[in-house]
């Protein structure tokens, strides 16, 4: 059964630092990966998804790499600000293609 | 503006008193699925739908029902709630394709207190 696992489970840093969030799958047989952001008290905005056939993806001071044969993805933040403070899920796809499994989440906190 | 509305956002209930949260999107997606998310366990699927009239059980289905009679809108059904359904609901949906699942969008959530 599929595991996703995300290190650290929270991460304080000060402004502007670059950082970078874990996520790992057990089973590499994945359609793809996506990340999502979640603020309290509003639902989950996606960020990026990556094809099972991609290596990465770029989206402004957000990179996240894929690497499905180590079960691994890291979402990059460059340059953090105090608005990049939230929670961050990566999930993939079931074998089935009909649900996403989630992983608990990396809780960023960003100081200025 | 694409989006995935929910109703309610908030709601108080009693034990075994009938409940309905909706969901409807308006971007044509095919599939629409609904999640709960709960401390220490994350976000866990109920059911999903390929498409109108075609739902099936996630992992965590037992005390919900769900319909698709139309495209645009998903509703949860609680026949008869109990405190251990106390979580926050969000519902899903995605246009689908041979390659899983595609960017899903979610609602705001809907966060329900069974007493």
């Known amino acids: 059964k599929q595991e996703v696992t995300q290190i650290p489970a929270a991460l304080s840093v000060p402004e502007g630092e670059n950082l970078v969030l874990n996520c790992s799958f057990t089973?590499?047989?994945?359609?793809?990966l996506q990340w999502f952001r979640q603020d309290p008290g509003k639902g989950l905005t996606s960020l990026l998804l990556?094809?099972?056939?991609?290596r990465e993806q770029t989206s402004g001071r957000l990179n996240a790499s894929l690497d499905k044969s180590s079960g691994r993805s890291t979402l990059y933040i460059a340059a953090s600000q105090p608005g990049d403070s939230a929670t961050y899920l990566c999930?993939?796809?079931?074998?089935?293609?009909?649900?996403?499994?989630f992983g608990k989440g990396t809780t960023l906190s960003v100081s200025s | 503006e694409a989006q995935v509305t929910q109703n309610p956002r908030y709601l108080i209930t009693v034990t075994g008193k009938k409940l309905t949260v909706t969901c409807s999107q308006n971007?044509?997606?095919?599939?629409m699925s609904w999640y709960r998310q709960d401390p220490g366990l994350g976000l866990r699927q109920i059911y999903y739908?390929?498409?109108?009239?075609?739902?099936d059980k996630g992992d965590v289905p037992e005390g919900y029902k769900v319909s698709r009679k139309e495209k645009r809108n998903f509703p949860l059904i609680l026949e008869s709630p109990s405190p251990n359904q106390t979580s926050l609901y969000f519902c899903?949906?995605?246009?689908?394709?041979?390659?899983?699942?595609?960017?899903?969008?979610f609602g705001p959530g809907t966060r329900l207190l069974v007493l």
């Open positions: 899903a949906s995605s246009r689908t394709s041979f390659y899983g699942l595609e960017t899903q969008y």
């Open positions: 089973d590499s047989a994945i359609y793809n």
């Open positions: 990556i094809q099972s056939s991609q």
């Open positions: 999930a993939v796809s079931n074998q089935a293609g009909t649900a996403l499994i």
């Open positions: 971007m044509n997606h095919e599939y």
């Open positions: 739908s390929m498409n109108v009239e075609v739902t």
